[in-house]
């Protein structure tokens, strides 16, 4: 009986999916525990790339059990278009996808709201995905959500009805024109499909599994600085992204908990608006933007780029309780002469080393710079290969942060992955 738990430490896209992706082989189950299809989780093996959005990352591997969590937000029309090009790509999955009756439904109205309030916002919007999430998850704390499990209710046109109704009378308040006709095809066939696949108690299934000795391996989405309660708060998701957020979203005990792998890039960035301290308005955030192709798998907006962020992963680990590092995209500094590393914050001229309650004006990064190692390193096997000065920018960081880097990824493709030695 084991449960593990993975998730990002920083604004996102720090490579999830990849990294589930190749740790799923030694779990029976994957899981996603929060989020929707704001979540843009790549993966790339056999010269083919996938990006999931909904569906766990885990799907590509084997028979596993791949379910969605109550946690999760999901919208029928892009899960059916998500899930029909896996099937058509060689990939069948309706066997293997259990989705958890308690998810709630994201309808066409909550899309339109989430353009609304941001539309009203003006210069302070959040800059969403414009995926309905904020709306969605606004209803189920409201009450007034409506639930996978509610498309299996002989009343299921009435409740859809109400919800429409009280989401059009919001929108009527806020002068917003729009038109939902063609959305609400999609939705609609949207839910039809869904009802052929398994909708269970997510809660009893993996539960029973962990009974029966089963491992399950709960997969995040966006990072910790994105989470509703800890992030950059207003500029955040709405949705626990943090490990207590897997409990939450799939009916897990903590005391279920073993490893939580913390994932970062050997970098940073972020996507949409608000505050990000380290980030790089030069030539050098430019470059690791070009040699990351650091744009949204989303929704293909440019991604902000600057140098990792101690004192905010120190942050990200507390709060998660991580227990193993991965370290991502390490190669995208592969040329680079030096790199920098943010230690400190001097805020209003005082060094602290403790992330702030706000961090949205007048946090100067301070920097420790380390020598870059100027060596190719995707094509390597083997952490024996790697130079002096990457081996000592990792155990610098692992120093900084407490915690072991356990895998090290350089380069995009799965085989492109290196565990380390290190002990458990
Ligand atoms: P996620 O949302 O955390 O799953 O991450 P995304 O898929 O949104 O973004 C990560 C991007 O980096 C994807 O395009 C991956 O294919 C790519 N990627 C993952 N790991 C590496 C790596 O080690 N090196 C490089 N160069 N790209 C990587
Ligand atoms: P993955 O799982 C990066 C960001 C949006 C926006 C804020 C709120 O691929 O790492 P939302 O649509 O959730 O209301 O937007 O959160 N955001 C992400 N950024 N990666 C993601 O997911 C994200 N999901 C949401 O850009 O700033
Ligand atoms: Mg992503």
Redesign the pocket.
């Known amino acids: 009986m084991k449960v593990d738990v993975l998730l990002?430490l920083q604004?996102?896209?720090?490579g999830?999916g990849k990294v589930v992706d190749v740790l799923t082989p030694n779990y029976d189950v994957v899981a996603r525990f929060q989020?929707g299809p704001?979540?843009?989780?790549t993966l790339e093996f056999e010269g083919q790339k996938y990006v999931l959005r909904s569906i766990p990352s885990g799907i590509f591997q084997g028979d596993k059990v791949n379910i969605i969590g109550n946690g999760v937000v999901l919208d029928p029309a892009l899960f059916k278009g998500e899930a029909e090009a896996l099937e058509a790509s060689g990939h069948p999955l309706k066997e293997r996808l259990h989705i958890s009756k308690k998810a709630h439904l994201i309808l066409p109205t909550h899309r339109v709201l989430?353009a609304a309030y941001e539309a009203a916002k003006g210069d302070a919007k959040?800059?969403?995905?414009?995926?309905g999430?904020?709306p969605t998850y606004t209803d189920k704390i409201s009450r007034t959500g409506v639930r996978v499990g509610d498309i299996l209710s002989p009343r299921f046109e009435e409740i859809y009805g109400n919800a429409k109704a009280r989401h059009e009378a919001i929108l009527k308040n806020l002068n917003y024109t729009y038109d939902i006709t063609e959305m609400e095809k999609d939705f609609l066939a949207g839910v039809e499909y869904l009802r052929s696949f398994h909708l269970v108690d997510s809660e009893h299934e993996i539960n029973n599994l962990l009974k029966e000795g089963k491992s399950v391996l709960c997969e995040g989405?966006?990072?910790t600085l994105?989470d509703v309660d800890f992030g950059s708060y207003p500029?955040?998701?709405?949705s626990n992204t943090i490990c207590a957020g897997a409990c939450s979203g799939l009916g897990i005990g903590p005391n279920k908990i073993g490893n939580v792998f913390g994932i970062m890039k050997a970098y940073c960035t972020r996507?949409?608006?608000?505050p990000f301290p380290t980030e790089l308005f030069d030539e050098t955030g430019k470059l690791i933007r070009d040699l990351g192709h650091e744009y949204?798998?989303?929704t293909g907006r440019e991604r902000r780029c600057g140098w990792i962020d101690l004192v905010a992963l120190k942050y990200s680990i507390m709060v998660n309780g991580v227990t193993q590092l991965i370290m991502m995209k390490s190669d995208v500094l592969d040329q680079f002469e030096t790199i920098k590393a943010c230690v400190a914050y001097k805020v209003n001229g005082e060094e602290i080393d403790y992330f702030p309650y706000d961090i949205t004006e007048g946090v100067e990064p301070i920097y420790v710079e380390l020598p870059g190692w100027k060596t190719d390193m995707t094509r390597m096997t083997d952490e024996a290969e790697f130079p002096e000065e990457f081996n000592a920018y990792v155990s610098f960081l692992e120093e900084e942060l407490e915690t072991p880097i356990k895998i090290i990824s350089i380069g995009p493709d799965r085989a492109q992955t290196i565990v380390r030695y290190t002990e458990e």
């Open positions: 990002g604004w996102g896209d720090e999830k989020g704001n979540a843009g989780h989430d959040v800059g969403t995905t414009g995926k999430i904020g989405a966006q990072g994105l500029f955040v998701t709405s996507v949409g608006s608000g949204g798998a989303v």
